[in-house]
């Protein structure tokens, strides 16, 4: 998906688009049209508004779409297979500056049996916190 130069998110959802070419008009339009005349809301742009859209866009400077893959943080492996895990574990096991990438399911299981034998596993910990017994963990 191309994505919108104007304001960074997908070109096809933004509304960059009705906006720079002047087409929102809240006095004249209500939500059920979003604002937009209903031709426009119904039917999209005409020709004539995609064809200067599209000199804007030009002229702003588009950005080709490039496809990232996804990579296991970890091992490095090529669009890893997903997999579930509640936000709790995955904060329990995996460290902070990891949280926000991805891991492949081989790799997190790697990582919990190690985490498991050094602070021990995730779900003694919870019994341990439902317990109301003080559990603390090594930062
Ligand atoms: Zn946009
Ligand atoms: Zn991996």
Redo the contacts with the bound molecule.
Sequence with gaps: MEDCPFCGQQLISCDCCYDLLGLFDIKKYDASTAHLPPEIYKDGLTDEQAEKWEAMLNAKGRIPFILYPVI?S??G?LW?AFFMVSDEEWAYYIQPDKRQTV??A??YNYIKRLIDETKGSFTTAQRHAADGRAVRFAP
């Design positions: 296991c970890k091992c492996a890893p891991v492949c081989e790799c």
